[in-house]
């Protein structure tokens, strides 16, 4: 199994500009969990997708930011308009409903909004 | 809302040496706790799984230990080794949410 996939590995975007964050879970997942990790605020659950229906998108930070899943085997997170306190790495998981399962993390994308 | 506390936050240890790293959380009703590791600028890796039923789990020279009523979890590195260093992080699972620590960063000096 190739993990958890995500796309880009870096992102530089100007202030302003749109940023589409990629993911494809592991086959077979059912859950799919977008995170933000910055140094003053640790990891952060944005957004959290059952079978591809977005069930808790709390930690999303305000309008700019959306989530969709498609399907089961792909996700997008987008920042429209971006801004500079965006810039963190944006880690996507999967797992499924088992509360035996762990999650497995992809590589994620560091963003820089300059 | 579930807390989770790493202590201590940096560490470092000479070559051999075994490390402890203690995590905390505040919500017993959890349904398994994960340490992953984190190299920098890297994602996170699993190193351990615990079910919220077991009392340790183990993979070679790591061991973690899960006192649930007590909110404690505990990762054994049996000597250490300067590829050891890395951020340790504690995640709790409750429900979908995984809540995580703010991390043990370890240094292995040689």
């Known amino acids: 199994d190739a993990g958890v996939i995500q796309s880009p590995r870096h992102e530089v975007t100007e202030m302003g500009q749109e940023v589409t964050l990629r993911c494809k879970p592991i086959?077979?997942?059912?859950?799919l969990f977008w995170y933000r990790q910055t140094m003053m605020r640790g990891l952060e659950l944005l957004i959290y997708?059952?079978?591809?229906?977005?069930?808790?998108d709390s930690g999303m930070p305000e309008d700019r930011f959306s989530a969709k899943m498609p399907n089961a085997s792909f996700s997008t997170l987008k920042i429209q308009p971006s801004e500079p306190r965006d810039s963190a790495v944006y880690f996507c998981?999967?797992?499924?409903?088992?509360?035996?399962?762990?999650?497995?993390f992809g590589s994620g994308t560091r963003l820089t909004v300059v | 809302k579930q807390e989770v506390t790493q202590i201590p936050a940096a560490l470092s240890v000479p070559e051999g040496e075994n490390l402890v790293l203690n995590c905390s959380f505040t919500?017993?009703?959890?349904?398994?706790l994960q340490w992953f590791r984190q190299d920098p600028g890297k994602g996170l890796t699993s190193l351990l799984l615990i079910q919220s039923s077991q009392r340790e789990q183990t993979s070679g020279r790591l061991n973690a230990s899960l006192d649930k009523s007590s909110g404690r979890s505990t990762l054994y590195i049996a000597a250490s080794q300067p590829g050891d260093s890395a951020t340790y992080l504690c995640?709790?699972?409750?429900?979908?949410?995984?809540?995580f620590g703010a991390g043990t960063t370890v240094t292995v000096r040689a």
């Open positions: 919500d017993s009703a959890i349904y398994n």
């Open positions: 997708f059952n079978n591809n229906v977005p069930i808790d």
């Open positions: 086959s077979g997942h059912n859950s």
């Open positions: 995640a709790v699972r409750d429900d979908y949410k995984l809540s």
């Open positions: 998981a999967s797992s499924t409903d088992s509360p035996n399962y762990g999650y497995t």
